[in-house]
């Protein structure tokens, strides 16, 4: 059974910079395994961000970019908005099924 | 627009059964994949099952397969979520999303529909 891992908590100040990753139990995170991100605020449903390591939704803003990074899925916000508060899940596709990540929540303070 | 909604949820005993309903609005249903999530209290999310346009594919999550059922009813636009033997620990929130696979993901998500399982 895969585990997906992220990191449990960030914080980043407004304007700043912030990367979170996703790690996969059964080695390394490549494109093969289509990792998505999705953002969700308290109260509310996911809101899909990226799909396939790097793409963006129509309405996924330009400060949200995916990427792969030594070896982990990777989401980075740069100019970072008090409305980025929120947690965050990568998900990936193992074989023909998806797995999520257990979520980071990322603090803007 | 795209949209999802969710209903069926219902407060139920352990050993009880529920069927959830996804109606879908806004788009071709019939060409699509769909999957279900759902989410605990305070917890991440949990994907369980996808199935395809035409029901022929179907897949579920680890440790989840037997207990649950996904199907579609493509002349209704609805996608169902068949649980059996409801235990505690299945009280979450589900949710249907729009499953577009690697071309895609998980697009479109509904609001969620919420199963409480206790005596």
């Known amino acids: 059974q895969t585990v997906v891992t992220q990191e449990p908590s960030l914080t980043v100040s407004p304007g700043g910079t912030v990367t979170l990753t996703c790690a996969s139990s059964t080695g390394a995170v490549t494109s093969g395994y289509h990792p998505n991100w999705f953002q969700q605020k308290p109260g509310q449903a996911p809101r899909a961000l990226i799909y396939?390591?790097?793409n963006k939704h129509s309405w996924t803003p330009a400060r949200f970019s995916g990427s792969l990074l030594g070896g982990k899925a990777a989401l980075t916000l740069s100019g970072v908005q008090p409305e980025d508060e929120a947690e965050y899940y990568c998900?990936?596709?193992?074989?023909?099924?998806?797995?999520f990540g257990g979520g980071t929540k990322l603090t803007v303070l | 627009q795209v949209q999802l909604v969710e209903s069926g949820g219902d407060l139920v005993k352990p050993g009880g059964s529920l069927r959830l309903s996804c109606a879908a609005s806004?788009?071709?249903?019939?060409?699509?994949?769909m999957s279900w999530i759902r989410q605990a209290p305070g917890m991440g999310l949990e994907w369980i099952s996808y199935?395809?346009?035409?029901?022929?594919?179907?897949k579920y999550g680890d440790s989840l397969t037997g207990r649950f059922t996904v199907s579609r009813d493509n002349a209704k636009r609805s996608l169902y979520l068949q649980i059996n033997s409801l235990r505690v620990e299945d009280t979450a929130v589900y949710y249907c999303?729009?499953?577009?696979?690697?071309?895609?993901?998980?697009?479109?998500w509904g609001q969620g529909t919420t199963v409480t399982v206790s005596s």
């Open positions: 998900l990936i596709h193992v074989g023909d099924a998806r797995v």
């Open positions: 396939s390591t790097n």
């Open positions: 999303a729009r499953d577009l696979g690697s071309g895609g993901g998980l697009d479109v």
């Open positions: 806004g788009f071709t249903f019939s060409n699509y994949y």
């Open positions: 199935i395809s346009g035409g029901s022929s594919d179907t």
